[in-house]
């Protein structure tokens, strides 16, 4: 069997545990090869901390890809977090055309959005632009307020029930992605979980809801469910382990008041390794 190798675009924050920082170590222990393109580096992500740098490297972008293309290097997925400007959505897009292996993944994490906002320094006109990203996807894996932002959805203040949640996916998957992985679902208060939209189905998986939500789990949830796609997990099982190890991940961080950046899913690397490595 060949070993799986991807790239994986999204940012360096250098301090808080989110996008590069957690995704190259996670894939990496799920026994998959990692090459990274960063969208931008910051010196802290853009959740709680103040008066971060912010340098887009979007120009940098097409003469990495150009050389990628002209050494004939090609991954096996492509997957995208946060991308720095919407001139990288189209870079991103040249760049998996031309270096994606016959039937190679499109992952999409739009990671743009929470609770019902964008993120500092995205617009609508972003979020709409990474819907077309999201519309050539194999795997999308938005949360709801993203699937709102891309849909053109109001996000609402009322509680998201399930004729909602299937209308949102149905929506999303009229963009045009292959599988739909909606995040943040839940229908009891203290159940949460994943909707997953595969062949025209909806099939849930539910976890327990921990009190507080934490910054760059999304990433650690889209980090660990690459992984474990790669390594032949179906699309519904590795989206089930990705939420299981997101989950203890948040555990090992619970009652460290001082952490409040982001979550410590080095401690939970242990468990995670053994259910995605199994040769
Ligand atoms: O976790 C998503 C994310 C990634 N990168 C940066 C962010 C955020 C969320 O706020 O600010 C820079």
Not at 69 to 78: L, N, S, Y
Not at 193 to 214: C, M, P
């Amino acid at each position: 069997m060949s070993d799986k190798r991807i790239l994986t675009i999204q940012d360096i924050s250098c301090v808080g545990q989110c996008s590069l920082t957690v995704a190259l170590p996670i894939i990496s222990a799920c026994g998959v090869e990692t090459a990274i393109l960063p969208s931008a580096v910051l010196s802290t992500h853009t959740g709680g901390f103040k008066g971060y740098t912010f340098r887009d490297l979007s120009g940098d972008m097409p003469a990495i890809g150009g050389h990628w293309k002209k050494e004939g290097i090609r991954f096996d997925a492509v997957y995208t977090g946060y991308l720095g400007s919407i001139d990288q959505i189209g870079y991103v897009q040249t760049i998996m055309e031309e270096t994606l292996v016959p039937g190679g993944l499109r992952i999409v994490d739009p990671a743009m959005a929470d609770h019902g906002r964008l993120y500092y320094g995205f617009t609508d006109e972003f979020a709409r632009r990474m819907g077309s990203l999201c519309g050539i996807a194999d795997i999308a894996l938005p949360n709801i307020t993203e699937a709102c932002f891309m849909t053109g959805t109001p996000y609402g203040e009322e509680p998201k029930d399930e004729a909602f949640i299937e209308s949102l996916i149905d929506r999303v998957a009229d963009l045009g992605a292959k599988c739909v992985v909606l995040k943040g679902v839940s229908y009891e208060p203290d159940r949460l979980g994943v909707a997953v939209r595969q062949d025209g189905k909806t099939r849930y998986y539910f976890h327990e809801k921990l009190e507080k939500s934490s910054h760059g789990t999304g990433d650690i949830y889209a980090s660990a469910f690459t992984g474990a796609l790669m390594q032949g997990f179906a699309v519904y099982d590795a989206a089930c382990c990705a939420a299981d190890f997101t989950v203890e991940s948040m555990k090992k961080t619970l009652g460290d008041d001082s952490h409040w950046y982001g979550v410590k899913f080095e401690k939970a690397l242990p468990s995670l390794v053994r259910r995605v490595n199994k040769g």
